[in-house]
């Protein structure tokens, strides 16, 4: 069994393109976000941020057990996907896929979903920094690691990049994690104050 991870900020699309990815190539899908509202893994509601804070003590032993009932059936493909999806153990991951979008393509899908001007700048200023990305970079993490930048993308067009980047075996050259920096453009374009007070 091969597990992709798909992580990125809210709102870069990982729920939306692991459904259309499981129709595709009959994959399973541990959703983290829905797996701990449904069996209440949350520590507490953060009111302030507007989100669950994650009990990752009971999050993770859950998502091993699950990983393992999985592997036993005969699961080909397993995306875990979330946006802390770093918290899953190396040892499980054969790829990572971090979905990337544009500061203001994301402001206008968030603020689609009602999101208030707070956490969709907190959001926006999360994807500026790479956050994501950075947190598997920091540990270390030996399994092959692509960004793609969804910005101007349909969702069918990034699974069949998903799809050649881990079932078949296309060029990763242009998916290779630091080409897209969106700290970059915004400095060239004086637009940094923009999102950062
Ligand atoms: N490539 C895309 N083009 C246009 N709209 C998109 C694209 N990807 C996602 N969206 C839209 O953005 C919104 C967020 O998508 P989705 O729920 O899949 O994101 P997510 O990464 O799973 O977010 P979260 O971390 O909050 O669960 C949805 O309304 C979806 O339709
Ligand atoms: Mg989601």
Redesign the pocket.
């Known amino acids: 069994m091969k597990i992709i991870i798909i992580s990125?900020?809210?709102?870069?699309?990982?729920?939306?393109?692991s459904k259309k990815i499981s129709e595709k190539i009959k994959a399973e899908i541990i959703s983290l976000?829905e797996l701990t509202v449904s069996e209440n893994f949350t520590l507490k509601y953060d009111k302030k941020r507007e989100t669950h804070v994650v009990d990752l003590s009971k999050l993770i032993p859950y998502v091993e057990n699950l990983i393992e009932l999985y592997n036993k059936g005969n699961t080909e493909f397993l995306i875990i996907?979330?946006?802390f999806s770093d918290a899953i153990p190396e040892k499980y991951i054969d790829y990572v896929i971090i979905?990337r979008c544009n500061p203001d393509e994301l402001y206008k899908?968030l603020e689609?979903?009602g999101y208030k001007i707070k956490k969709i700048r907190e959001n926006i200023q999360a994807e500026i920094l790479g956050n994501c990305t950075n947190f598997f970079i920091q540990k270390q993490i030996k399994s092959p690691m692509y960004e793609i930048d969804?910005s101007n993308?349909?969702?069918d067009s990034?699974v069949k990049i998903i799809i050649d980047l881990t079932v078949k075996t296309i060029n990763v050259e242009n998916f290779l994690p630091g080409k897209i920096d969106w700290l970059e453009i915004l400095s060239q374009n004086d637009r940094i104050n923009e999102f950062f007070d």
Not at 8 to 17: A, I, L
């Open positions: 990125g900020t809210p709102g870069c699309g990982k729920t939306s393109v976000n996907e979330g946006h979905l899908r689609k979903r969804t993308l349909t969702i990034i």
